[in-house]
């Protein structure tokens, strides 16, 4: 059964006759189609994809067979005035994604018949669950992040400004053949305290904690792994956070299988760190899912009631942030697989020393 399919089977328990897909992650997942203007509708026996002149050519080439090709005009929903059933149609639409602004247009473009009825998440939860190849690309991209902080270890760290090294490793990543997944990481010292630090024209230091966080995309899929490391002999307090966060990350992936919800994975890293008295510097959630976008389903989070399943690729980053001290953070990628898990990022979670 194709991802087009499986979704439109999901459409009955909705009570939709169709589902519009407006999402460009979504409608590449669903048609195989990376350009920056198309939509999708698809239902039980309906399979449309929408473009315009610009993109024909390459929705020619891309789209999954089984998809009929329309052009256009470069405002889409243009297109969307006829075409549709006769009778009554309660068409789904991705309401986490559309704007109020378009959501209006689209209403007055379409036919009086055609009710529009909020269905974002659909398209997200078939997306969640990897298949082969998806999880083929995301291990190369995990192998490329391992390669890339054995680069820059080699290199050394010391003196170096944080937004030197961040636009290195991603400049090195791109030659390698990759795209960053996301803004890069860089924070050292007191910097190290906010989990998401902008690297500055600020030199890294001796004796300090530097933490990176990088993710390299391979064939649209991402990977995202995060270290810290030392630059010398470390003062006693940064060397036991640092010796706690690698402590719970090894007990949040020991718990990661089928079965257990997000919230009970994120509960068992979480007791190792409030155990160690630094409960109230760890204010994020455990994890999120990892796939065609840097952050989506599942999450491991207190809040998170989800079951992981296999085929689930997730991010397991337990943190310790201490103002005006540092910080660390230690995350690897994890396949959930059917009798347990593996990690996808092969860099050693022990901080070591870099000059």
Known sequence: ??????????????????LLVTDLVNVRYLTGY???????????????????FRYTEQAEAQVTAGFDRETAPRELRLGLAD??????VRLGFEDDHLPV????????????????????????????????EEIAAIRAAAALTDEIYGWVAGRGVVGRTEREL?????????????????????????????????????????????????GARV???????????????????????????????AAGVAAVRPGPTGREVDAVARDVVEAAGHGEHFGHGLGHGVGLEIHEAPRLAQTDETPLAAGHVVTVEPGVYVPGVGGARVEDLVLVTADGHEV??????????LA
């Open 344 to 353: 996808l990022s092969g860099t050693t979670r022990e901080h070591g020393v």
């Open 101 to 132: 602004r378009a959501l209006a247009a689209l209403r007055e473009t379409l036919p009086g018949r055609v009710e529009l009825v909020p269905a974002g998440g659909l398209v997200e939860a078939e997306r969640a669950i990897k298949e082969p």
């Open 219 to 249: 064939d649209g899929y991402c990977s995202d792994c995060t270290r810290t490391w030392a630059t010398g002999p470390l003062p006693d307090e940064l060397a036991a956070i640092h010796a706690v966060v690698v402590a719970a990350e």
């Open 166 to 214: 961040a636009i290195t490793l991603e400049h090195e990543m791109r030659l390698r053949g990759a795209e960053p997944a996301f803004a890069s990481i860089v924070a050292s010292g007191e910097h190290g305290a906010q989990p998401h630090a902008v690297p500055r024209d600020v030199p890294v230091a001796r004796g300090v904690l530097v933490t990176v966080d990088i």
């Open 83 to 88: 075409g549709w059933p006769s009778g009554p």
């Open 1 to 18: 059964m194709s991802r087009a399919d499986r979704v439109a089977a999901r459409l009955a328990g909705h009570d939709l006759d169709l």
């Open 34 to 52: 990376t350009g920056t203007n198309g939509l999708a509708i698809l239902g039980a026996q309906t399979r449309r994809f929408l473009t315009d």
